[in-house]
């Protein structure tokens, strides 16, 4: 399964963007997706997921309450609502999926190429 996440640019502090995330060859039905990012000298972190039949949601602490997960009707596309955005947001951004439960770590079977956010000051 590839994946493509998009979306992601540069945006003043207090802003919102909306990343995307679709899956080549099929819909994202029965998987977990998961959204990470990494900022420039620092590890790949979680920052929330949805599971494979949208009923649980995971968030990090440090975006609870700015960001949203969802995923359409028709599972062929999963969602990063970000609102009040910071500058401390800006980084990498990556979709990834997996079979089963959505878990807060890197343990995902499929990984998309990054959108760059970028939130200025």
């Known amino acids: 399964v590839q994946l493509q996440a998009s979306g992601g640019g540069l945006v003043q502090a207090g802003g919102s963007l909306m990343l995307s995330c679709a899956a080549s060859?099929?819909?994202?039905?029965?998987?977990?997706v998961g959204w990470f990012r990494q900022a420039p000298g620092k590890e790949r972190e979680f920052v929330a997921g949805?599971?494979?039949?949208?009923?649980?949601?995971l968030y990090a602490d440090s975006i609870k309450g700015r960001f949203t997960v969802t995923r359409d009707g028709t599972k062929s596309a999963v969602y990063l609502h970000m609102i009040t955005l910071e500058p401390e947001d800006s980084a990498v951004y990556y979709c990834?999926?997996?079979?089963?439960?959505?878990?807060?770590?890197?343990?995902?079977?499929?990984w998309g190429q990054g959108t760059l956010v970028t939130v200025s000051s």
């Open positions: 949805i599971g494979w039949n949208s009923g649980n949601r």
């Open positions: 060859e099929r819909t994202f039905n029965g998987l977990s």
């Open positions: 990834a999926a997996r079979a089963g439960l959505v878990i807060p770590s890197r343990n995902y079977d499929y």
